[in-house]
């Protein structure tokens, strides 16, 4: 089946410290990729949607530029929290779909940054 | 506005049992409904899926039952085990999808379940 990896799965770091989290697939090709950002016992939310070779779609709210998205390859897209604060801290989660048509998203394992 | 309603917010159900998870949708434009199933710590896993042309699709002890004109579909788990304990998702596009081209999923509040030995 479809895999994406997502590095690191965890990450502790000082105030102010920039965070680069990696999103890879693993065996498919993925023209899309998303950031979503989870807190404890609630849902997903979508942060932004990365376009290979195009920038990214920021939703409502996120500050683009403090999540920088880098959609370079076809398997590869990362997010940088910049100057992180502890507010930024939350699980982290891509996602990546198939370029084929009607094909599902996939997740990655999440990272989770904690920001002291 | 919530675009994916969710229901029940947390489930506690018996081992054997069954567990149902409903979910209420927007956007007819829409071909593909999946479901996720979340671990803590863990990112969301595809369980199911159904397109809508059928109304109901079974995978081992998992059910997705599709109501095209109620713009509702559940996720029935029979024989529910204690390893099934997870947070489950169900997910569609917003309704500003128009049914081609790109989309990004938007997922219900999720659903607690807890199944007690």
């Known amino acids: 089946g479809a895999v994406v990896s997502q590095h690191p799965s965890w990450v502790i770091c000082k105030s102010g410290t920039s965070v680069k989290i990696e999103c890879r697939s693993l065996?498919?090709?993925?023209?899309?990729m998303f950031w979503y950002r989870q807190f404890p016992k609630q849902s997903l939310m979508l942060m932004a949607t990365?376009?290979?070779?195009?920038?990214?779609?920021?939703e409502q709210g996120v500050e683009k530029d403090k999540f920088l998205i880098n959609h370079a390859s076809l398997t590869l897209s990362t997010l940088t929290v910049t100057s992180a604060h502890p507010e930024d801290s939350s699980f982290y989660i891509c996602?990546?779909?198939?370029?084929?048509?009607?094909?599902?998203?996939?997740f990655g394992d999440g990272t989770r940054l904690s920001i002291l | 506005q919530q675009q994916v309603k969710q229901s029940p917010q947390s489930l506690i159900v018996q081992k054997g049992g069954i567990s149902i998870i409903n979910c209420a949708y927007e956007n007819t434009a829409f071909d593909y409904f999946p479901w996720y199933q979340q671990f803590p710590g863990k990112g969301p896993a595809l369980l199911i899926a159904i397109r809508p042309d059928v109304s109901e699709k079974k995978e081992g002890r998992f059910t997705i039952s599709f109501n095209k004109s109620a713009k509702q579909f559940s996720l029935h788990i029979m024989d529910s085990q204690p390893g099934d304990s997870a947070t489950y998702f169900c997910?569609?596009?917003?309704?500003?999808?128009?049914?081609?081209?790109?989309?990004?999923?938007?997922f219900g509040k999720g659903t607690k379940l807890s199944v007690i030995p």
């Open positions: 065996d498919f090709q993925a023209t899309t």
């Open positions: 996602s990546a779909r198939e370029t084929a048509v009607n094909q599902p998203q996939h």
């Open positions: 997910a569609a596009p917003p309704p500003s999808y128009s049914g081609a081209g790109s989309y990004q999923l938007t």
């Open positions: 990365s376009n290979e070779g195009s920038k990214a779609t920021y």
